[in-house]
């Protein structure tokens, strides 16, 4: 089994910045890749930005691009998410999330809030 833990959410005005950390552990030499996806009130989830665990390659929700950054470390079994810019329409539970098959996100934690106000 593959364990995620996320951690640094919070409250922060519009234009700042917040950091997300997912730590994996368990039978982490399962994992193809790794993601960060969000649900808002009323909305459904959506998908935020992807990593994959071995060559490391990124993508990107079209709402985000040039505003967060995905970096995921197999070594230290860590994905972060960096967010800048941030927008009220930001605000949501973030989840960390793994592929423990090629295509699939089927492994998620138990979410962290960001708050944004304008």
């Known amino acids: 089994q593959v364990q995620l833990v996320e951690s640094g959410g919070g409250m922060v005005q519009a234009g700042g910045s917040l950091r997300l950390s997912c730590a994996v552990s368990?039978?982490?030499?399962?994992?193809?890749?790794m993601g960060w996806f969000r649900q808002a009130p009323g909305k459904e989830r959506e998908f935020v930005a992807g990593?994959?665990?071995?060559?490391?390659?990124?993508n990107y929700a079209d709402p985000v691009k040039g505003r967060f950054t995905i970096s995921g470390d197999n070594a230290k079994n860590t994905v972060a998410l960096q967010m800048n810019s941030l927008k009220p329409e930001d605000t949501a539970v973030y989840y960390c999330?793994?592929?423990?098959?090629?295509?699939?996100?089927?492994?998620w934690g138990q979410g962290t809030q960001v708050t944004v106000s304008s």
């Open positions: 999330a793994a592929k423990l098959v090629p295509t699939v996100y089927n492994k």
């Open positions: 368990g039978r982490t030499f399962t994992v193809f890749g």
């Open positions: 990593v994959s665990w071995s060559g490391g390659s990124t």
